[in-house]
């Protein structure tokens, strides 16, 4: 060894033995530093004994030492495979060099070594050591285990004074010397006050055998002689004791207090299912920790028996101390905080938000400790959680009365939402909670569980089928468990493609869903055409007088003759059964037109799908596809004429208004091409294709209920946005509506005056007046001047308030169709620029696009 690396071990060595070595207030400063030089010369001797007797570097020998003694302590192999493992891992790491002198120093560490273990080692020294004689083996092994020195060193007074050694004084060190100089230099100061001093085992009061024997009792909460609770959170330690023992009696108080706080919660009842689960987990734990406590208690009984003149070798041969006490508790311990963490993160928690609690335990900490308690807890606590989720899955049945499952039954409520009968049970009944999800399942798992439940439910109460229900929980019933992730997953699946397929399985056979979806397309929808042409042609002569003319039996009446007189006669008869007609609220001055239409009723458990607000839709759909069939029944009737009447009385006046009539006909015809048009816009491109992909939708394999309504709600959105009646920026059912008015004012003043002309004709022929004041009743265009009757009105007075009505009704047609047609163009749909082209496919209209005004900025 070097000289440089001498002085090193010297100076550490003195600031060590500075630090350590005592001094007490009776010493001068002489026999502190005899003192000081003794510590000195025993600690070089001890380094050089054991550099002398140094065993040589074989790790494996080390190793088969560690892995005899954890087979002879242990009944299992297990910590003997771990060490292996271990012991591989730290022989494949490059950078540690060291590996013997960190084995064998763990190695140590242990207690005494058996004497099986003394003779291996002895051995082991001898062959790498030949130097080394048995004298001085046998000398070196009195030392270490029965040096009075050695045994004092360990107690709680420490080492009073250093063994006399036979080597000659060591030189003190720089360090030594600089200390000397410079308290030489310092002035004398006054001496420290007194420490206690604790020169043996007897001089603790309490001594540790009352310590140990009230221990238990402590452990479990209680008070003892020695250790008293203040309070449920307050354990008092006796004053005379040392801070050394102070610290471990707070180290072993830490359990007693966390029980104590345990014990109480464990005690309580509030708290739902799985809170008392939680309750119940946690006392099997308590009891656990209550069995460490009893077999400490057996060993400490046994220790005090054993103890002899000398209580310090009495309980050191027992193998009971108060430092074994922490090191046997310590697991303990480390369960008891982690339970009190979980008590206090639970606090307002229920349901699934406690397992998600104590999930993440298991699911985010490093510590396998930690996770496997917090796995064994969970076994316990999701009992609850897993038999409410059994009922729900196989009987769809909520049992939760303390509403700790993430699906809630919700209470009835009076609202106006429209909704009612089958659609509030299936969308109102129960609704799914998110916060109350557990992390244990993921959140398309919920969903899924939370349509298997609802849809059993459905089928139980909105179906009435309750025998499959009870069949199919007999036969799939399982029971469910925490761990078994592969069968809960299997369970579910199987649970939700057998619910799915027999719901929609009930709603196409049962109770026919498709049918009255097609029903409701040929009759409200006027998808059956030659239905629709008969009705109208028989009510045309009813719905042309004032609304409050009509009756209820004559509408019925003339819907049977359509049916009667079109293919709806195949119908099924449930299907005619639903179909009816009523009239909407009457107005003043309204016509039968305006207020009739026809009703398709929907019963439960369709109007799941159908709901209220979709028929409103439909209801919607229908008056404005019947109003667009009535301007095109009166442009029709209205062309017919011309084509007649061309021919016969208004072939005489052709020098006079053959140039109006002309002009009167081209307008009819662009009023019947653009009805035309729209009506065939509505009824293919938008109806007939959304119900093309409406079929998609509904008959794929696996579409639940919740897919049906989805794609029934899609299919009514598609049919009123692209049917130019649905939400948008422009008011296009407004537009549409001021345009069938001018198209139908045109069609009263156009054909009137044809009436009018003819009647005329007709008396003058019979040689009668061509008009009296009788005749008043019918409308003309003009108005007589006050005071004269319609007969003083001139012939050419007439022509020129028609021709201007016409040509001004003509007028405001274009413009509107123009505005249309520039707001049909600046649309995102695809579908409503391509009726504008088609509308537009000569450039005969010039379209206009409405300007936006902006909102004036304010100057403040």
Known sequence: MSKSTEERIDNALWQLLERTVPIYPEDDDETADQRLDDAFAFARNAIASAADTAVGPDVHHAADLIKRRLIRDNLSPEKALKFSNLYSRLLSQPVLSQKWAMLYFLHSLTDAPTAENRQSMANHRRSHSPTVGASEERKGRQYVVDSSAFNEAFSNAGLLRLPATEEPRQERPASRQRRERTRDAEPEAEPPPPSPSYPNYDALTPPEPALLRDLPFTLQGLSSTNLVFSSSKILKLPPTLPVPVIGLLHTLAEPCLLYRGLSEFVESSSGGLVGQSFRSALSIELRAYLGLVATLEGQIRRALAQLDDGPRQGIGKAGVTLKRCVVWTREATMGLRLMSLMVEQSKDKKGGQLISVIHSFALTHGDPFVVNFAERLLSHVTRPFYDMLRQWIYDGELSDPHLEFFVSEQQEKLDDTGKGGATSVWEDKYKLNAAMVPSIITDSFANKVFLIGKSLNFIRHGCNDASWVESYSKSASRELHYGDTATLETSIDEAYKTTMARLITLMENKFHLFEHLSALKKYLLLGAGDFIAVLMESLSANLDRPANTQYRHTLTAQLEHAVRNSNAQHDSPDVLRRLDSRMLELSHGEIGWDVFTLEYKISPPVDVIVTPFGSKQYLKVFNFLWRVKRVEFALGTTWRRCMTGARGVLGAVTDRVGGDWKSARCVVAE??????????????????????????????????????????????????????????????????????????????????????????????????????????????????????????????????????????????????????????????????????????????????????????????
């Open 671 to 860: 009023m019947v091409h653009f009805v035309n048009q729209l009506q065939y816009y509505i009824l293919f491109e938008v109806i007939e294709s959304s119900w093309g992909e409406l079929q998609e939708a509904m008959r794929r394999p696996d579409s639940t209920l919740d897919d049906l309504i989805a794609a029934h709600a899609a299919y009514l959105t598609a049919i009123t946005r692209k049917g130019l009646l649905g939400a948008s920026a422009v008011d296009f059912p407004g537009q549409l509506h001021e345009l069938l008015k001018t198209m139908l004012a045109y069609k009263d003043a156009f054909t009137r005056r044809q009436e009018r002309s003819a009647k005329i004709e007709n008396r003058t022929a019979a040689g009668k007046w061509g008009l009296s004041e009788r005749d008043d009743d019918i409308p003309t265009p003009i108005a007589a001047p006050h005071g004269l009757g319609l007969a003083s009105v001139s012939e050419d007075d007439i022509l020129g308030g028609l021709r201007g009505r016409l040509a001004h009704l003509a007028a405001d047609f274009k413009a509107r169709v123009n505005v249309l047609l520039g707001d049909l163009y600046a649309q995102p749909d695809t579908d409503m620029r391509w009726l504008a082209m088609v509308m537009n496919f000569n450039d005969v209209y010039s379209p206009v696009r409405r300007k936006r005004h902006k909102p004036l900025m304010s100057n403040g």
